[in-house]
Structures are given as C-alpha cells and as structure tokens.
C-alpha cells in the first residue's frame, strides 16, 4: 500500500508548479484520504443503493373453460374428471321399505276404523314379510324366525356394551359401516353408564324385507325386530357433570331395530343396522348442558372472596340435542 501512496505523491509533486511547503501541504491532505483506516470509516458509513427489483404480479389461474380451449389448440387433449365416491357393499346406505309402527303400538280396537286400518296394513306387511322370509332362509339356511329374535336381543345388548367400554373391533362386527357412526358420533369426551335390566315383553320378529343393490343377485336381508326393555342410561361431559339420564332410574324403552346381513357373502354375519323411530314416539329428554359463568372483573389486589358480589343464576333453558 506504501509503494502505490508514494508514487501517487510522486505523480502530484511533479505537475504542481509551487514551493517545496506547498506540495508538502498537498502531499499531506492526499495521505490523510488514502489512508486505510479513513477509507474503512468512510465505507461503513456509506449507504450503497441495491438494484431495484421489481414485483412481478402472480399470474392469474385460467379457468377450466380457457384451459380446454388452449389446450385444443396446442393439440392437446384434456382427460374427462369424474366425481366418484366409495361404496361398501358389505351394507347398503339406508333402509328399505321400513316399518310404520301403528299408532300407539298395536293397542287400538279392530272394532274401530283406525283399528280397522291398523290390522290390514299388518297383514299386508306380514304377507311381503313371509316372501321375504323364503329369499332369506335360501341363502341362510340357520336363519329361523322364532329364535332369531333373541339372538337379536344378544346382538343388541352386547353392541351397547362395546359403546360403553369404546371396544371399537368388536364394535365394528355387531353394528354395519351406516350405524357404526350414528352410534360413536360426539361420544368422544364424554362417559357412557349402560345397563339392560330385563325384557318387559319378548322380542318380536314385525317385519323381513330382502333388497338388492348395485346388481340383481347381490342381496341384503334386513329384519326389523321390536324391543321392550327395561335400562337405565347415564351420560356424563368431559367435565364429569350429568348431562343425560340417570344411572339409578330404570326406564322402559320401546324401540324397533334394524338387523341386517349381506346374504350373498358366505362370511356374512347379522349386524345391527338402524332404528326406526315412529312419528308418534314421546320426546326425548332435555340434555343438560355445561355452561360458564363469567366471574366478576377484579383487580390485582382483589380476591372474589373479599368482594361480595352474588354471581346471577341463569335462567332454564329447553336444550336441544
């Protein structure tokens, strides 16, 4: 750095047509910039201007229209999207021809015109029942109307019993694809006490049907059997707090339930499928449900219990599932 500095001065002594002080003066001032210390000042003050970039917008996404069009121009064919969705055949997705319960369960008079009405929708139920009976027993030749109805019974009690100890495998052979999710929907955070206590009356076999689905061969048995049990139920939160039912109460319940089996499949086994809930059913009861009350505003130094304020009850309100 020394050898460039001193030929530089050499350079600017030689030109300069002044005294000997004069060109000592300026040979000073030009080591003074040259310096490297002052050029490292100077080049951590100095601010240097990048390039400036420039935004380029984000390109606009033709729609489907304008792609087919550009691409039949290129030459291009664009391969047709179809809006498929799976299906399991191993159950079908609702309930065929489901069963109407009469009007307060059967207890009308014949001599009456609703009871009238009542016995000959029954009996032409039972004769589509019978025919169904026949295509049911060709390919499950275990099947028997008399005894299946308890096994019915056991199906039902054991799959209640797989919700309340969230045994989802053995759940999943009891109950088919469509019921499965009915029956574990919003149970995630919440305690199940169950217990079937008795049957106030048999279980009855009402109603067969024998649908089938995607292709003339492939069958489903549905059976429709009718429950009246006596159980209690008890749903607790997350937080512990009841919010359905009582584990002490027994209750009597009435209910019709769907079994079904995929009759073609020789591995087929009978599953609960669905409820059917008839039109004239009481109501269910109010869910009771856990709610915050917001606590009053304190400050740092305050304690709820130093500031006596009464903390409103809310008024009842009719919940609704």
């Known amino acids: 750095m020394a050898a460039p500095i001193g030929r530089l001065l050499q350079a600017v002594e030689q030109p300069l047509g002044r005294g000997l002080s004069a060109n000592r003066q300026v040979c000073q001032g030009l ?9 490292c000042a100077s080049a951590a003050i100095i601010t240097v201007r990048t390039k400036k970039r420039h935004y380029v917008p984000p390109r606009k996404q033709d729609s489907s229209v304008d792609q087919e069009k550009a691409a039949r121009a290129a030459g291009l064919v664009i391969r047709q999207q179809y809006m498929e969705r799976p299906i399991n055949i191993s159950c079908t997705a609702g ?3 489901p069963y109407i319960p009469p009007e307060g369960d059967a207890r009308m008079s014949s001599l009456t015109k609703a009871g009238f009405k009542q016995r000959l929708e029954q009996t032409k139920q039972s004769a589509a029942s019978q025919l169904a009976i026949r295509k049911v027993k060709e390919h499950d030749q ?5 005894d ?3 096994k019915a ?8 019993n797989c919700l309340v100890n969230f045994d ?7 109950v088919t694809e469509r019921c499965y999710p009915d029956m574990v929907r919003g149970n995630r955070y919440k305690t199940i006490r169950w217990r079937f ?32 049990t006596q159980q209690t139920l008890a749903i607790y939160d997350r937080f512990g707090r009841l919010m359905y039912g009582n584990e002490d109460l027994p209750k009597d319940v009435l209910e019709y339930v769907v079994f079904e089996r995929h009759l073609v499949n020789p591995y087929g086994l009978w599953r609960m499928h669905g409820k059917i809930i008839p039109a004239w059913a009481p109501p269910k009861d109010p869910i009771i449900k856990t709610i915050m009350i917001p606590a009053p505003k304190l400050e740092p130094w305050e304690e709820i219990e130093v500031k006596n304020i009464e903390i409103p009850k809310p008024e009842s309100v009719q919940w609704s599932k």
């Open 31 to 39: 080591e003074a910039l040259l310096s490297p210390v002052k050029l």
């Open 95 to 97: 309930i065929f021809d």
């Open 142 to 146: 275990e099947f028997r109307s008399k």
């Open 148 to 150: 299946f109805a308890s």
């Open 153 to 160: 019974q056991d199906i039902y009690i054991e799959a209640h």
């Open 168 to 174: 989802k495998v053995s759940l999943h052979k009891l």
């Open 197 to 228: 206590l008795q049957s106030l009356e048999a279980p009855k076999l009402v109603h067969v049907r024998c649908p089938d689905m995607v292709s003339k061969g492939n069958l489903y048995g549905q059976v429709t059997v009718r429950f009246h």
